[in-house]
């Protein structure tokens, strides 16, 4: 009974197995072929010149500025202020200019018309 038991045991294990290898190689299968790779090892560096030039020298960082976010909600405390800030001072602006006092309709419309024509034009606006 012992020898039967170990014989369905084993039975059971090896159809694990072969499923398992199955599983991997179908997987394998449905991973698309990438190509020669040769390029690929070319442009890449070497291990060993990583390993020695790296120990002497910090890597460098880049400052590169993050976008802000453009929805309000979004925006940290301080960004909120500094685009606040920057909508204050535009508003005074426009009520401090000498068209925008002789005539408000017309210089928004104005402004506008001319905005509309950028944006046609392929600028951003």
């Not at 290898?21 to 390029?39: H, I, L, N, S, W």
């Not at 790296?54 to 460098?60: C, D, Q, S, T, W």
């Not at 000498?98 to 606006?125: D, V």
Request: proline fraction near 6%; hydrophobic fraction near 35%.
């Amino acid at each position: 009974m012992k020898l039967r038991k170990e014989r369905w045991l084993q039975k059971i294990e090896s159809v694990k197995i072969m499923k398992q290898k199955r599983k991997a190689e179908a997987k394998r299968k449905a991973t698309p072929v990438v190509g020669d790779m040769q390029p690929l090892m070319e442009a890449l560096p070497e291990l060993s010149d990583l390993t020695a030039g790296g120990r002497g020298r910090k890597p460098v960082k880049s400052h590169i500025a993050k976008a802000e976010p453009s929805d309000f909600c979004l925006m940290k405390q301080a960004q909120k202020h500094r685009l606040l800030e920057k909508e204050v001072a535009r508003f005074h602006e426009v009520i401090t200019d000498p068209k925008y006092r002789a005539n408000p309709l017309m210089a928004i419309s104005n402004h506008l018309s001319k905005r509309l024509r950028l944006g046609e034009e392929g600028n951003p606006l």
